[in-house]
């Protein structure tokens, strides 16, 4: 077996490692000839690689967004003060005639160590950095198409198309390979995080609420609260993304993706 069909067999080979799926049952949709010249297959190895590397660099484009959404990021240690049923915690009056009763709420803790506050809610930075970008003219499929041209029309030699197709591919693997660790990374993040049903409890005009004394507003008045939603019969105002307990990616944790709180 001469050199160039070595090539060809490896990039074959290397193509269909990357996507198992790329060659349909169906004889219409695959891109593979079931005979021709070393010339016509080199034609269909090329096709699939330049699919490929639209399709990888979409991928790197939304793991790249990814890592800089993922770094946006900083935890807001949270506990719950008060006891869910209601026997002691922050005195609340409904002012509909049952008198002044208990309720918990949630406040930012800064007594517990890290691990130990109740959830660590996910807070998204101002600065700019973290604002949205403006789209890229023509999108990302833009810069692979010029590439592409680049490609197909810089190696009329079959020699040299092999090699640049051994090229390509071989970059092809780098990339999977980082896509990869990425992936991982983010099912590690997911897997820990939670939403934490959350409800403000309280008249915002003042009406009724939690018994708050301001250090410069005189006698005691009504404010709002945020707290744990647990009740059956509504849904909550708020579904806060966080890290409940000591869960942290790349542990076990304690819920499953996306679990609620009970």
């Known amino acids: 077996m001469t050199r160039r069909y070595r090539t060809l067999a490896a990039a074959v080979t290397v193509a269909l490692t990357i996507t198992p799926a790329v060659a349909s049952a169906d004889d219409d949709d695959s891109p593979w000839p079931d005979s021709g010249s070393a010339a016509v297959q080199v034609r269909a190895v090329r096709n699939v690689v330049a699919e490929l590397e639209r399709k990888v660099e979409l991928m790197e484009w939304s793991a790249a967004r990814y890592a800089d959404w993922e770094g946006c990021l900083h935890g807001v240690p949270v506990s719950e003060y008060g006891d869910p049923d209601r026997q002691f915690g922050y005195a609340y009056d409904e002012r509909d005639g049952t008198g002044l009763g208990h309720m918990p709420a949630l406040a930012v ?9 109740d959830y660590l809610f996910l807070d998204f930075a101002s600065s700019s950095d973290c604002r949205s ?3 890229l003219p023509g999108g990302t499929a833009e810069p692979a198409s010029v590439a592409q041209v680049a490609h197909v029309t810089s190696t009329p030699d079959p020699t040299s198309k ?5 090229r390509r591919v071989r970059r092809l693997k780098r990339s999977a390979r980082r896509l990869s660790a990425a992936s991982e990374r983010f099912d590690e ?13 309280g008249d915002p005009d003042g009406a009724f609420g939690y018994l708050f004394k301001g250090a410069r507003t005189p006698g005691w008045n009504y404010r709002p609260a945020l707290a744990i939603d647990r009740s059956d019969w509504d849904d909550p105002d708020y579904m806060f993304l966080a890290f409940v307990g000591g869960d ?6 304690q819920n499953e ?4 709180v009970d």
């Open 109 to 117: 803790d800064r007594r517990s160590r890290d691990g130990k506050e």
């Open 248 to 253: 942290r990616p790349g542990q076990t944790c």
């Open 133 to 135: 970008r403006p789209p």
């Open 189 to 201: 993040w997911e897997s820990c995080v939670s939403w934490v049903p959350v409800t403000e409890y």
């Open 257 to 260: 993706p996306g679990e609620a």
């Open 162 to 166: 092999l090699r640049d197709l051994e």
